[in-house]
Structures are given as structure tokens and as C-alpha cells.
């Protein structure tokens, strides 16, 4: 089998020659997106952080939005770039692909895969404003918390009001702000009528990476399949210089840390102020650093531009991993039972790390607000209190005891798909129906008009029943008074009367008065 990966630009951690797949660079006239636009927005978003809670929502709302723009305008232009060069589009439908393995987060494999009539199967956690679950399974926003929330599975109302204003907030931006950016793109090579929403529903597969080890649990669908930790393995030995400072920290072991690939420089004030609080510690650190040395920097700490994390996080003197919260490696500290000190930056880093605080494997600080202080006592909670640990350890032995490593699994049901030409008996009708008969609204009109109806049959019946006893009342009144005069009148007419023609009665009356 062959496989071909398309992308833009060599920069993305991504190997160009690979004997496992071909690679197909498209050429962009402009550079769209680098890493540098990551690191300008923490810059900024930890400054606004600085100024206030609700400043640093909204800066970071804005350059979230300003990248995901950026992400979404590079992808329309390698689309059109890929589907303007006829040359490679017929290259790539001689080459007879079976299938489209894409991450929908942007759409350009969603939209190449229905312009190739491809099946798809997705390798997904988040869409473009969202969580992949939100678009294909049913999310009562109750207790299925909602990205950018922060917030768990157990929320009161003023919780539940802020988990429905954010879930409001990400459908306006898929709705108004991304899907109107492909509307020329699919008007100029797809048919009348093409959906950008409709094409993401329609993947064969979705493989989530989640394990409900770490998400909150939640309903699900037949053609979801849970696949997080997939790329966890077992620790390899280390280079002799990184094994030889991992043996020499003794009984008090190391802290590992972190904060991924994208974001490589913290502001200076935060990389002095960890450095400090490191120095104070009994542990030896190792730390993915890129930049300028910190003048506060101990002895007890090595800095590295690289480390091998997995191999680190699965060496037996390890004792916490600091993090930015990334789901590659909160996983694979799950899986080796590292508790965590996580300092989210963007994305869905604060949510990740709420969900082990939840769990009571990790701790969380606010990574433009905190000091040395702060720093050091909350890494020194989490390496002294063993309770961190002990939860973290059971998370573990959770997310291992499987019948099928999530890596076989998602091959497992690629090769399925592969097979059956598709999975459509897993495809639920829910996303063939119009939003009236999903919700049910026509059934509830229905039921809502048949009982206005029985209730105005029911009113306007006793109305005439009332009216109908009111009638016969009368009647009755009317009849009873006419008996009563026609009594009367008789009495008087056969009354004994005196010379005169006057009933004595009358006279007997008159004399009284």
C-alpha cells in the first residue's frame, strides 16, 4: 500500500522523505502561518492575563480567531493551488487512492476527499471551533463541558449559563466566520448546493484521540472510535549523559519540563522567575529550553533544546512532569503515572490540565501571573504529597488495562473501512434529518396543537352545556312566574266581591291601611 501526505511548508515536523508515505509539498506564493505567529500570541495573551481575568478572555478570544483566520486562508490557498494544477490532480487520481486519512481541525482534507470521491477516516479530537464529539454525538451542554470553559462535568447554574454562552460563542464562529471562507472555493469546483458542514459529517470513521481515562465521560456514536494515548509506548533507554544526570539526583529523583513544540520562548520575567524556583529545590530538572540562559538558573537544573519526553516521563527517578498541558503529553504522563504542574497557554491546554486537576493528578497555575513562590510551593505539593501520584498511578492502570492498544485499534478499523468500501451501517440518521424532526419540534407542534385543539373542543362544549342550563333556568323562572300571575288572577277573578264588583279582599287591604 502507498500512502501520500499533502502539505505547505517544510516546518511543521514533518519528515519530507519517508519510506512509509510520498510527500506532496504545495508551493505558496506567501507564508500564511508560522511559529512565530504562536509565540507573538502567547506574548500577548499572557500580557492581557497581567491586566486582569477578563482581558486575558478576550485577547485570547481574538488571537485565537486571528490564527485560526490565518490557518483557514492558508488552506483555501493550498486548495486552490492543489485543484488549479490539473497535472496533480490527475497524478493523484491515477494513483487509485482507497481512502482520505485527514484531521478535519481544517478542513482541506475534508474538501480534497469529496472532490476525489474518497472515503474518510478522521484522526480528530477538535474541530475548527470545537470538539470533534460536539459535530457527530449528541453533547447535552448539562454536563458535557464545552472547550474554552474551562469548567468539569459538574456545574451548577451559573456554570451551566457560562458552558451555554461558550457553546453559543464556537457555533456563531463555525457558522459566521469559517464556513463562509470556503463558500467561493466550493462554488468554483464543487456542484450547486455543496456543504462544508454536511462534508464533515459524512467521514466513515472517526478516530478520537481520547481515552475517558482523561475525558469526562459523555455519549457516544457507533462510528467513534477512542484511540487517545495511541502514540504512548513504553520507555527506551536513555543517552548515557541524560541517564548518568537521572541517576545522579539520588532518593529526592528529576522534574521534566515541557511546553511542546509550538511555543519555544516564555517571556523572560516567567523564565526567571521558574528558573529561581527550581534552583531552590532538592530535585535535579531537565528542561526543553530554546533562549537565552536565565541568570537565576541552579546547578541542579539541565537545559536541553530537545529531550526525549516519553523516554523521561518512563524513567523510574522521575517524579513531575511541568507542562503546558498539550494532549500528546498529558497522555503519555498518564500512561507512565507522572503527576503533572501544568501552565496552559492557548488552545485547549487550560481545559486538558482541568481535567487531571479533576482527577486529582495535577495542579494548574496561571503561567502570566505566578511567582517564584507560587511556582515552588505547588511543585512542592505535588512532589511531596503522595496523593498526586497514587491518582495519577491509577489513571494509569486504567488507561492500560485495554484488550487492544489504541495504535492497533486505529489500525484495526482503517483496515475495516479499507475491506467494506466504508462503514455506512454505523452512520446514524441523526445528520439526514432537518433540525425540526432532529429536536423533535414537528412532533411537539403536533402533540402541542391536538391538545390546544382538545382543550378548545372541551371549553367551547362546557360553554355551550352552561349556556344550555342558563337557557332552561330561565325558562324555568319565566314559567314558573307566569303560573304564579295566572294563579293570582284566578284568585282574584273567583274572589267573593261587594255591591260595588270589588273583591272584599281588596277592601279588607285598603281599610288596613
Not at 263 to 279: C, G, Q, S
Not at 342 to 354: A, S, T
Amino acid at each position: 500500500e502507498e500512502a501520500a501526505l499533502s502539505w505547505t511548508r517544510a516546518d511543521w515536523f514533518i519528515q519530507e522523505n519517508s519510506p512509509y508515505y510520498t510527500s506532496i509539498t504545495v508551493k505558496l506564493k506567501k507564508k500564511y502561518i508560522g511559529l512565530d505567529l504562536f509565540e507573538n500570541a502567547v506574548q500577548k495573551i499572557l500580557e492581557a492575563r497581567r491586566k486582569g481575568p477578563m482581558m486575558g478572555v478576550v485577547v485570547q478570544m481574538s488571537e485565537f480567531i486571528g490564527i485560526m483566520k490565518m490557518a483557514h486562508t492558508a488552506n483555501c490557498a493550498m486548495l486552490t493551488t492543489m485543484l488549479e494544477n490539473k497535472y496533480l490532480m490527475t497524478q493523484i487520481k491515477m494513483a487509485n487512492y482507497d481512502l482520505m486519512l485527514t484531521d478535519p481541525a481544517i478542513p482541506g482534507g475534508v474538501i480534497l476527499a469529496h472532490y476525489l470521491q474518497l472515503p474518510m477516516v478522521y484522526n480528530v479530537r477538535w474541530m475548527s471551533f470545537g470538539e470533534g464529539h460536539f459535530s457527530i454525538a449528541p453533547s447535552p451542554i448539562s454536563y458535557v463541558p464545552v472547550p474554552g470553559s474551562g469548567l468539569t462535568d459538574r456545574m451548577g447554574l451559573l456554570e451551566r449559563t457560562r458552558n451555554f454562552l461558550h457553546y453559543g460563542l464556537n457555533l456563531i464562529q463555525e457558522r459566521w466566520f469559517m464556513i463562509p471562507m470556503y463558500s467561493s472555493l466550493l462554488l468554483n469546483y464543487f456542484p450547486p448546493g455543496a456543504d462544508l458542514l454536511t462534508m464533515q459529517r459524512s467521514a466513515e470513521l472517526w478516530l478520537v484521540r481520547v481515552d475517558f481515562v482523561f475525558e469526562f465521560p459523555r455519549p457516544s456514536m457507533p462510528n467513534l472510535i477512542y484511540i487517545g494515548g495511541f502514540q504512548c509506548r513504553p520507555a527506551k533507554p536513555l543517552p548515557a549523559e541524560l541517564e548518568e544526570f537521572m541517576q545522579s539526583s539520588g532518593d529526592h529523583g528529576v522534574v521534566v519540563m515541557s511546553l511542546g513544540t509550538l511555543i519555544a520562548v516564555l517571556p523572560r520575567e516567567v523564565m526567571e522567575a521558574i528558573a529561581t524556583a527550581f534552583a531552590r529545590m532538592p530535585q535535579k530538572v531537565i528542561w526543553r529550553f530554546v533562549g537565552e540562559r536565565p541568570s537565576s538558573l541552579g546547578n541542579n537544573t539541565l537545559l536541553r533544546r530537545w529531550i526525549p519526553q516519553n523516554d523521561l516521563l518512563g524513567h523510574p527517578k522521575t517524579r513531575a512532569f511541568v507542562a503546558h498541558g498539550g494532549t500528546n503529553g498529558l497522555y503519555e504522563a498518564i500512561y507512565h503515572g507522572v503527576p503533572v504542574l501544568g501552565l496552559p497557554l492557548l488552545f485547549d491546554q487550560q481545559d486538558n490540565i482541568v481535567r487531571l486537576q479533576a482527577r486529582g493528578a495535577a495542579r494548574m497555575l496561571d503561567a502570566a501571573t505566578c511567582t517564584t513562590e507560587e511556582f515552588f510551593e505547588a511543585l512542592r505539593d505535588i512532589l511531596e504529597n503522595p496523593t498526586y501520584r497514587q491518582n495519577m498511578q491509577k489513571l494509569s492502570s486504567l488507561h492500560r488495562d485495554r484488550p487492544l492498544h489504541p495504535l492497533d485499534k486505529a489500525v484495526y478499523w482503517i483496515e475495516f473501512v479499507l475491506r467494506n468500501k466504508g462503514a455506512p451501517h454505523l452512520h446514524a440518521e441523526a445528520y439526514n434529518m432537518s433540525t425540526y424532526s432532529y429536536y423533535c419540534l414537528d412532533v411537539a407542534a403536533l402533540v402541542l396543537l391536538t391538545l390546544l385543539l382538545t382543550l378548545g373542543g372541551v371549553y367551547i362544549t362546557c360553554i355551550r352545556k352552561r349556556k344550555r342550563k342558563t337557557n332552561k333556568a330561565v325558562r324555568d323562572s319565566n314559567k314558573k312566574a307566569v303560573k304564579e300571575g295566572s294563579k293570582r288572577l284566578k284568585e282574584t277573578v273567583n274572589a267573593p266581591k261587594d255591591s260595588n264588583n270589588i273583591p272584599i279582599s281588596k277592601l279588607r287591604a285598603s281599610k288596613r291601611i
